[in-house]
């Protein structure tokens, strides 16, 4: 066989797999977060969960394309645009900001969305049993619950009249976080400083001028960036002695004196379920948006022995869990 010929043997030959793993080149779900990916494996994990339960394994049945904005929220609609070239069969955007930026950039792939507050506020659907449109999803309505963390913290210490809110400016709702909780504030005659953090650096700074203001104690708005900073304000509020809760469970178990919120986990893992029904071809607009089941008070024995603090039988008896 002459030499022209092997060689066009060869290269048919190595053309026809590249071809063949085209044709059958699986799915991809596109996975768009706010945040970053240290501090947010758990509830990855939660959301393949979801998908294996309706039979989507990654790796085997599906791609994931996976786009984190670092905090960055401005990135957002780049990230979005990058998994529209990139064909993804469903974008899961798993965070408010997120949500609202693949919203904003189309109306063909389907959404599914987590948000911690409520999707009709957020203009993400038009009913929660009917969505319409191209959108559904899981929501935790954290957002409606703010006020009842700084209630908690007044039942706890009631003699505390100087109380801080820490705030990401750059979140969607941060408004509403504001107004509520404020109104909260000046209904139990407590004297609200707010507080804004959007960096790891600028998280340092919050707790320092809340030391210096000598605030009693701290509730820590809703926010994805600060989901994924758990570790660090449960470490924070030890080092400067500041009884503060947030939503999830995670900054309890890290350290933190309580949390007060829906599940991020069962979130996220409803989204994944979620994903995998539209992938099999149901319509997002005729999937009812999923609301967490219950509220979640998880308190911190521990951190409260370190910081000298007692829990009154009344607030020990409603908790659905106790770290000792």
Do not use: C
């Not at 994903?275 to 219950?294: H, S």
């Amino acid at each position: 066989m002459r030499r022209r010929e092997v060689v066009a043997l060869l290269a048919t030959g190595l053309a026809w797999p590249e071809a063949a793993f085209a044709q059958q080149r699986l799915p991809a779900i596109g996975f768009l977060n706010s945040a970053s990916r240290e501090g947010f494996e758990p509830y990855v994990a939660a959301f393949r969960d979801g998908l294996k339960e309706a039979g989507f394994v990654e790796g085997q049945n599906i791609l994931v394309e996976y786009r984190w904005a670092e905090g960055h929220y401005d990135r957002l609609p780049s990230l979005v645009k990058d998994l529209m070239v990139q064909e993804v069969a469903v974008i899961a955007a798993t965070s408010t900001p997120a949500a609202l930026a693949a919203k904003a950039a189309t109306t063909s792939i389907p959404i599914v969305f987590t948000t911690a507050s409520n999707p009709l506020d957020l203009g993400l659907v038009a009913s929660l049993s009917r969505p319409g449109g191209n959108v559904t999803g899981a929501t935790q309505m954290n957002v409606e619950v703010a006020p009842k963390r700084l209630e908690l913290l007044h039942e706890l210490l009631p003699s505390v009249t100087a109380m801080a809110l820490l705030i990401n400016p750059a979140n969607p709702y941060v408004e509403a976080v504001r107004r509520d909780t404020s109104a909260a504030a000046d209904r139990l005659g407590i004297n609200l400083e707010v507080l804004s953090a959007s960096t790891e650096g600028e998280i340092e700074e919050a707790f320092a001028t809340a030391a210096r203001l000598g605030v009693g104690a701290l509730v820590i708005g809703t926010d994805t960036f600060f989901t994924g900073r758990s570790e660090q304000l449960a470490a924070l509020t030890l080092r400067y002695r500041l009884p503060s809760i947030y939503q999830y469970r995670a900054f309890a178990a890290a350290g933190g004196l309580l949390t007060y919120g829906g599940s991020i986990r069962f979130s996220y893992r409803t989204a994944g379920s979620l994903t995998g029904r539209v992938l099999k071809g149901e319509k997002p607009a005729d999937l009812p948006v999923e609301q967490v089941a219950q509220i979640e008070l998880v308190i911190n024995l521990k951190t409260a022995k370190v910081l000298g603090l007692t829990f009154p039988i009344t607030l020990l008896g409603r908790a659905d869990e106790v770290i000792e």
